[in-house]
């Protein structure tokens, strides 16, 4: 099937996060960082200037939403074994025998099952689609996707309707 597609990949769609997954049965990864880079695909008819959307509204868009995600602890909040706890100065965080404190203005609770990189990405679509839609409508689009490098060689996207 025909169609038009924008891509946005840019050096600077990236934000350093901490975080760990969650296995199951108490079991989970150790706390670590990585540097996730981003990019998002809008496809869709042309619109009366003969593009999708212009990359240039799409960029500031996905920037913002890297900036909102850098250089914070990234806390599931949809995992009935995770307990959180959230005080004034501290997050506290349990899961089986591991006690995580941190510092709460360090800590972004997202709500999402597990930090992976695919549930990262599907938080970062709607984030997005929701910015689309808010600031310029979305006229068009039929179908978006965000992708999210944890690492070279390491990505995961998830793809919606609009």
């Known amino acids: ?26 079991k ?5 960082g990585h540097n996730y880079r981003a990019w998002a695909e809008l496809e869709g008819s042309l619109q009366p200037s003969d593009y999708v959307m212009d990359f240039l509204a799409v960029k500031p ?5 890297c900036e909102h995600l850098d250089h914070r602890v990234l806390l ?25 404190s941190f510092p709460t203005e360090d800590v972004l609770l997202l709500p999402i099952h597990n ?24 006229k068009g689009i039929t179908t978006i996707r965000v992708g999210v490098q944890e690492s070279f060689g390491q990505e995961a996207s998830y793809e919606e309707a609009f």
């Open 115 to 138: 930090a992976t990189a695919e549930l990262l990405a599907r938080y970062i679509c709607g984030l997005l689609r929701n910015e689309i839609v808010r600031q310029h409508g979305g």
């Open 61 to 65: 868009l996905l920037k913002q939403i």
């Open 1 to 26: 099937m025909a169609g038009f597609r924008i891509r946005v990949n840019h050096e600077n769609l990236k934000f350093s996060s901490a975080h760990f997954v969650l296995f199951g049965h108490g």
């Open 28 to 32: 989970c990864e150790s706390l670590h």
């Open 76 to 100: 599931p909040t949809e995992n009935e074994d995770l307990k959180i706890a959230q005080g004034n100065a501290v997050v506290e965080a349990i899961y089986g025998t591991k006690r995580y």
